[in-house]
């Protein structure tokens, strides 16, 4: 495969087959989310499992991207009707999926949930705390010096 794309508006990535020159469909971005996220089984690294525990899958693409592909579930397993000679995607145990469109912002910075300015003030609270207790470290050593030299 060369020339590798990612559609933002569908979520679909393509790519040009060596051989035929032709451009194919290499797959989709979904997001899958689930009711309980304590019932899914980590399968290895960042890879996780959904399972009966966790509720049911919602599974999130881009511009209705599922229904163009024509996936849908046939017996706890994903499908791909528009195509026959796909295979079974990979067994999700029997749950119930949801196919919600979304959309996909390219190029975006996501933004953080800190607040900044009381990250800033908690950041000088914590300084002057610590100058505090290094000064107290400073006058607890000077008055153990004055000791010393009181009792020679």
Do not use: H, W
Not at 99 to 106: A, D, E, N, V, Y
Not at 146 to 152: A, P, Q
């Amino acid at each position: 495969m060369t020339g590798i794309t990612f559609d933002e508006k569908t979520g679909l990535i393509t790519g040009t087959s060596n051989a035929t020159k032709q451009i194919v469909t290499i797959g989709c971005l979904a997001i899958g989310s689930v009711i309980n996220p304590n019932g899914v089984t980590q399968i290895g690294g960042s890879n996780y499992k959904a399972g009966p525990g966790s509720g049911d899958l919602t599974i999130t693409t881009a511009g209705g991207v599922a229904e163009t592909l024509g996936l849908t579930q046939v017996n706890g397993s994903l499908r791909q009707f528009n195509n026959p000679d796909a295979t079974d995607l990979p067994n999700i145990d029997g749950l119930n999926i949801n196919f919600t469109p979304t959309t996909i912002k390219g190029n975006g910075l996501e933004s953080s949930k800190a607040d900044l300015a009381q990250e800033i003030a908690n950041m000088i609270v914590t300084q002057r705390g610590y100058q505090a207790n290094t000064r107290i470290i400073t006058v607890t050593d000077s008055m153990l010096e004055e000791l010393v030299n009181m009792k020679r």
